[in-house]
């Protein structure tokens, strides 16, 4: 099983940036998906989680501005990231979780069993 991230990059503060997170090797459609990020000195943080039935959750700090998307055909997990802010530089990770859980989310990254490589976003002022 493989979890592929991509996407991330430098971009100036109010700007975008699309990640993708492809799996292989299983189908995730039927299990919660989430996004991390960590910064340099500190933990991994949820950014933002998704459902397999689409229900989603954000972190307080990018409500609004991100915005997480599932494409099952694909078996692929997005983050669309808008109004960007130097304070969302991180290294950013794609998780699954490999049990059915309902319409449930996960927000510890402990719930997890796959993930992806990390990809960084570098957001400058």
Same mark, same amino acid.
């Given at each position: 099983?493989?979890?592929? *991230?991509?996407?991330?990059?430098?971009?100036?503060?109010? %700007?975008?940036?699309?990640?993708? !997170?492809? *799996?292989?090797?299983?189908?995730?459609?039927? $299990?919660?998906?989430?996004?991390?990020?960590?910064?340099?000195?500190?933990?991994?943080?949820?950014? *933002?989680?998704?459902?397999?039935?689409?229900?989603?959750?954000?972190? @307080?700090?990018?409500?609004?501005?991100?915005?997480?998307?599932? @494409?099952? $055909?694909?078996? $692929?997990?997005?983050?669309?990231?808008?109004?960007?802010?130097? *304070?969302?530089?991180?290294? #950013?990770? !794609?998780?699954?979780?490999?049990?059915?859980?309902?319409?449930? #989310? #996960?927000?510890?990254?402990?719930? #997890?069993?796959?993930?992806?490589? %990390?990809?960084?976003? $570098?957001?400058?002022?």
């Amino acid at each position: 099983v493989q979890l592929q *991230a991509s996407g991330g990059g430098l971009v100036q503060a109010g %700007g975008s940036l699309r990640l993708s !997170c492809a *799996a292989s090797g299983r189908t995730f459609s039927s $299990t919660p998906m989430g996004w991390f990020r960590q910064a340099p000195g500190k933990q991994r943080d949820l950014v *933002a989680a998704i459902t397999s039935r689409g229900s989603t959750n954000y972190a @307080d700090s990018v409500k609004g501005r991100f915005t997480i998307a599932r @494409d099952n $055909t694909k078996n $692929t997990v997005y983050l669309q990231m808008n109004s960007l802010k130097p *304070a969302d530089t991180a290294v #950013y990770y !794609c998780a699954a979780v490999s049990r059915w859980s309902g319409d449930y #989310y #996960y927000t510890t990254s402990a719930a #997890y069993d796959y993930w992806g490589q %990390g990809t960084q976003v $570098t957001v400058s002022s």
